[in-house]
C-alpha cells in the first residue's frame, strides 16, 4: 500500500507541477484578453483547487505511513538535511502553497470586484504557491 501511495503521489506532484502552470497561462490569458470571469474561469481555477487537495490529503497519508515522515522524528535526524525536508520543510511549504490555492480561489468566486481583480487574484496567489511547489519538489531523487 505504501509503495502504490508513493508512486500516486510522485505521479500526482507531476500532474499537479504541470497543470498548474497550465492553469495560470490559461488564466494569464484570459487576463490579458480582458475576457469576462465567466464559468470556464472558476472551472479552471477549481481544477488546481481539487489537484492540490488531492495531493496534500495523499501526503497527509504518506506522512504517518512513511518511514522518513512522522516517525522519523527526532532531534538527531533534524540535523541531517534530507530527514529535515522530509519531516518538515516538504509538508509545511505543501501546506502553505495548498491554503494559497485555496484563498486565491475563495477570494476570486467569493470578491464583488472586476473581472480583471478576479484574474489577478489567481494569478498571484496560484504562481506563488507553484514556485514553492517548484521549490519543495524533491528533485534530488530523479536525478
Excluded: C, D
Amino acid at each position: 500500500m505504501y509503495i502504490n501511495l508513493k508512486e500516486a503521489h510522485n505521479l500526482l506532484g507531476m500532474i499537479l507541477l504541470f497543470g498548474l502552470f497550465l492553469i495560470i497561462m490559461i488564466i494569464l490569458i484570459s487576463f490579458l484578453r480582458k475576457k469576462l470571469f465567466a464559468k470556464y474561469s472558476k472551472i479552471t481555477a477549481l481544477i488546481g483547487l481539487i489537484l492540490i487537495h488531492t495531493q496534500v490529503s495523499i501526503g497527509f497519508i504518506l506522512y504517518f505511513l512513511s518511514p522518513l515522515g512522522k516517525n522519523n522524528f527526532s532531534a538527531e535526524s533534524m540535523g541531517h538535511p534530507i530527514s529535515r525536508f522530509y519531516m518538515v520543510e516538504h509538508p509545511v511549504g505543501m501546506i502553505l502553497a495548498a491554503i494559497l490555492i485555496t484563498m486565491g480561489y475563495s477570494k476570486a468566486k467569493k470578491a464583488e470586484i472586476s473581472n480583471r481583480g478576479k484574474y489577478k487574484r489567481i494569478l498571484i496567489y496560484y504562481a506563488i504557491a507553484l514556485s514553492i511547489i517548484a521549490y519543495l519538489i524533491p528533485w534530488f531523487l530523479w536525478s
